[in-house]
């Protein structure tokens, strides 16, 4: 009698093991599924770019998001928020991507150095410019588009989330960017 109930624990646990184990395999393949998409968006996007590459875009993934970094140089002048026409060219490739895959959020995120800018009636300090610099992007893409705005979210993060620590001048270059993270 023993033995019996211990057969039917171990079947009950066999059992168990056995719906878990078909639970992980469900999702291993979402998990596939996923990078297989992520890594795709990823594709469409670097060949979108691909005329930016070395001008200061980055493509790259990252936690199963696409994030398209652009550095200042290709963006804005120092302490502006009016972004140049080189800058405009390739946000206006990203925005024809955008367009055709309507299932892609976005978060635009504006980055600064630590060097405060001077305060004025427009803006008080980087976290401004950075807020200021994302919502510019935010109507390029846009502009002549059916974007849907729903999908989209502005952010500013000024100074606090460095790339590079220090106040070189080259970390201080690096963390002057706008990050374009798409899920």
């Known amino acids: 009698r023993d033995l019996n109930e211990k057969e039917q624990v171990l079947d009950r646990m066999s059992a168990d093991l056995d719906r878990r184990n078909k639970r992980l395999l469900e999702l291993e393949n979402?998990?596939?599924?996923?990078?297989?998409?992520?890594?795709?968006?990823?594709n469409t996007i670097a060949s979108a770019?691909?005329?930016f590459e070395g001008q200061g875009l980055t493509?790259?993934?990252?936690?199963?998001?696409?994030?398209?970094?652009?550095?200042?140089?290709?963006?804005?002048?120092t302490g502006s928020t009016v972004v140049d026409d080189?800058?405009?060219?390739?946000?206006?490739?990203?925005?024809?991507v955008l367009e055709t895959n309507r299932d892609i959020n976005v978060m635009i995120e504006g980055h600064t150095d630590d060097v405060p800018v001077i305060p004025g009636a427009r803006m008080r300090d980087?976290?401004?410019?950075?807020?200021?610099?994302?919502?510019s992007i935010v109507?390029?893409?846009?502009?002549?588009?059916?974007?849907?705005?729903?999908?989209?979210?502005?952010?500013?993060?000024?100074?606090?989330?460095?790339?590079?620590?220090?106040?070189?001048p080259e970390a201080r270059r690096k963390n002057r960017r706008t990050e374009i993270i798409l899920t």
């Open 30 to 42: 979402i998990l596939h599924r996923q990078d297989s998409v992520v890594n795709a968006l990823h």
């Open 139 to 168: 109507r390029i893409l846009l502009d002549g588009t059916s974007i849907d705005p729903q999908r989209l979210i502005v952010a500013g993060r000024g100074e606090y989330m460095p790339v590079e620590a220090g106040s070189t």
């Open 126 to 135: 980087n976290w401004d410019l950075s807020v200021l610099r994302a919502t």
């Open 86 to 96: 080189n800058g405009v060219r390739a946000l206006r490739d990203l925005a024809r």
């Open 49 to 51: 770019l691909r005329g």
């Open 59 to 77: 493509v790259y993934e990252k936690n199963g998001k696409v994030y398209v970094s652009l550095e200042e140089q290709l963006l804005f002048q």
